[in-house]
């Protein structure tokens, strides 16, 4: 079901950086083939030959209330269900427009998905980031630091949920109480990882909208990109419980000649929620291998064990580079591309992201490659055996050749 193949001539962003030769694990998108029922709705759709404006169906938002029935467990409004035609990325960008002005800085939790303090930035937001709590234990890598939170009055909260780059799932008394800290600021939950959840996960993810009791001050950012393997689609929903907050949001992407609803990323949409719900177990399950190999091969148990954090969803390894090596090292080493911790904010700075969205034997190339790798850099080094003559002090003179 999730075995290699080829994506040669699509124009894939993850392996033009990866570079010819490498094996590509940096960019959060699966070489694991999507749900047939995607690729079949798609083709079907592009069969008719009409391709003009389309509109949000109320069924569609019904679609993605009932997905999070199903799946999680939780009632959403389809009142709030905001069906958007671009990356989630963008829609941060549009809620920053609507929430203008902030009260205070927009927070990032880090390490944290660098996206969210690219787009604040280029907003115009001051930024502020927070270090999260570290434990040392990979089980539980990371605490939110909420009296920093709340003592920062911010404007706007930022928080990747599952936690992205470490997989780690927030408790949901977490999750509410970020909300509260962040008040009367916005909590912005990106839970685009969120439906990735491992089925050995010891809680399950808390959608903030939900767990919170759909408080005004919290939106969720919801997607099928990550968990379909549908990034190329643009296409995402934002929950918003807030009335008000949906009128702004719809104001501002009219601004843009932005409304809602869409095309083709609909059409994938449509099709990943209602019939790609055994696909998705299978994805899973295949994750659950992919994790455990991964840890056999980095984590606490190997020699100079690399791993910071046991993931608890999605295919994310957070892992220590003082064992591994910088990302240059790895591609010229190794021929295997990784992300760069220092993406995720000061608080990353040496670590590396591995994504393990692989067909197994390609992963095996890649754990065995950086192994090898840990295992020199592990190794102890012997300083040459210095001869009588060569002892510090001695006034002998350099050969031809030797450096002075």
Same mark, same amino acid.
């Given at each position: 079901?999730?075995?290699?193949?080829?994506?040669?001539? %699509?124009?894939?962003?993850?392996?033009?950086?990866?570079?010819?030769?490498?094996?590509?694990?940096?960019?959060?998108?699966?070489?694991?083939?999507?749900?047939?029922?995607? #690729?079949?709705?798609?083709?079907?759709?592009?069969?008719?030959?009409?391709?003009?404006?389309?509109?949000?169906?109320?069924?569609? &938002?019904?679609?993605?209330?009932?997905?999070?029935?199903? &799946?999680?467990?939780?009632?959403?409004?389809?009142?709030?269900?905001?069906?958007?035609?671009?990356?989630?990325? !963008?829609?941060?960008?549009?809620?920053?427009?609507?929430?203008?002005? @902030?009260?205070?800085?927009?927070?990032?939790? %880090?390490?944290?998905?660098?996206?969210?303090?690219?787009?604040?930035?280029?907003?115009?937001?001051?930024?502020?980031?927070?270090? @999260?709590?570290?434990?040392?234990?990979?089980?539980?890598?990371?605490?939110?630091?909420?009296?920093?939170? /709340?003592?920062?009055?911010?404007?706007?909260?930022?928080?990747?949920?599952?936690? =992205?780059?470490?997989?780690?799932?927030?408790?949901?008394?977490?999750?509410?109480?970020?909300? +509260?800290?962040?008040?009367?600021?916005?909590? @912005?939950?990106?839970?685009?990882? #969120?439906?990735?959840?491992?089925?050995? /996960?010891?809680?399950?993810?808390?959608?903030?909208?939900?767990?919170?009791?759909?408080?005004? =001050?919290?939106?969720?950012?919801?997607?099928?990109?990550? %968990?379909? =393997?549908?990034?190329?689609?643009?296409?995402?929903?934002?929950?918003?419980?807030?009335?008000?907050?949906?009128?702004? $949001?719809?104001?501002?992407?009219?601004?843009? #000649?932005?409304?809602?609803?869409?095309?083709?990323?609909?059409?994938?949409?449509?099709?990943?929620?209602?019939?790609? #719900?055994?696909?998705?177990?299978?994805?899973?399950?295949?994750?659950?291998?992919?994790?455990?190999?991964?840890?056999?091969?980095?984590?606490?148990?190997?020699?100079?064990?690399?791993?910071?954090? &046991?993931?608890?969803?999605?295919? $994310?390894?957070?892992?220590?580079?003082?064992?591994?090596? !910088?990302?240059?090292?790895?591609?010229?080493?190794?021929?295997?591309?990784?992300?760069?911790?220092?993406?995720?904010?000061? +608080?990353?700075?040496?670590?590396?992201?591995? =994504?393990? /969205?692989?067909?197994?034997?390609?992963?095996? !190339?890649?754990? %065995?490659?950086? !192994?090898?790798?840990?295992?020199?850099?592990?190794?102890?080094?012997?300083?040459?055996?210095?001869?009588?003559?060569?002892?510090?002090?001695?006034?002998?003179?350099?050969?031809?050749?030797?450096?002075?």
């Amino acid at each position: 079901m999730f075995e290699r193949f080829s994506r040669a001539g %699509t124009g894939s962003a993850k392996w033009a950086r990866a570079g010819a030769g490498r094996i590509a694990m940096g960019v959060a998108d699966m070489d694991l083939p999507g749900p047939a029922a995607v #690729g079949a709705a798609l083709r079907v759709r592009a069969g008719h030959p009409a391709f003009g404006y389309p509109v949000a169906e109320d069924a569609d &938002r019904v679609l993605v209330a009932d997905w999070y029935r199903r &799946r999680h467990g939780v009632e959403v409004d389809p009142r709030w269900v905001m069906l958007l035609p671009f990356a989630p990325g !963008t829609a941060v960008r549009l809620l920053l427009e609507a929430v203008r002005p @902030l009260p205070g800085p927009a927070v990032c939790v %880090t390490p944290e998905w660098g996206g969210f303090a690219r787009v604040c930035r280029a907003a115009g937001a001051e930024v502020r980031e927070l270090p @999260l709590l570290a434990t040392g234990d990979p089980d539980d890598p990371y605490r939110l630091p909420l009296a920093d939170v /709340a003592a920062s009055r911010p404007g706007l909260v930022m928080l990747s949920s599952p936690h =992205n780059p470490s997989g780690r799932i927030w408790p949901a008394a977490d999750v509410r109480a970020l909300a +509260a800290a962040a008040a009367p600021g916005l909590l @912005l939950s990106d839970e685009v990882h #969120g439906d990735l959840r491992h089925p050995d /996960a010891p809680v399950p993810q808390p959608v903030a909208v939900a767990v919170t009791g759909g408080a005004a =001050n919290v939106v969720t950012l919801g997607s099928v990109g990550k %968990t379909f =393997n549908l990034s190329g689609l643009p296409s995402c929903f934002a929950l918003v419980p807030d009335a008000g907050l949906r009128e702004r $949001l719809t104001a501002v992407m009219a601004g843009f #000649g932005l409304w809602e609803g869409g095309l083709l990323g609909a059409v994938a949409q449509r099709a990943a929620l209602a019939e790609g #719900g055994p696909w998705l177990d299978g994805l899973l399950a295949h994750l659950v291998r992919a994790r455990e190999l991964a840890m056999a091969a980095l984590g606490p148990a190997a020699s100079g064990g690399a791993v910071l954090a &046991r993931p608890q969803a999605s295919y $994310l390894l957070w892992l220590d580079g003082a064992g591994l090596g !910088t990302r240059a090292e790895l591609l010229t080493r190794c021929d295997v591309e990784l992300a760069d911790g220092s993406d995720f904010g000061a +608080a990353g700075s040496g670590c590396l992201r591995l =994504n393990f /969205a692989l067909p197994l034997d390609r992963l095996r !190339t890649a754990l %065995t490659r950086l !192994t090898c790798e840990m295992s020199i850099r592990a190794a102890p080094r012997f300083a040459p055996e210095q001869t009588e003559q060569e002892q510090p002090g001695s006034s002998r003179e350099p050969r031809d050749g030797e450096t002075r």
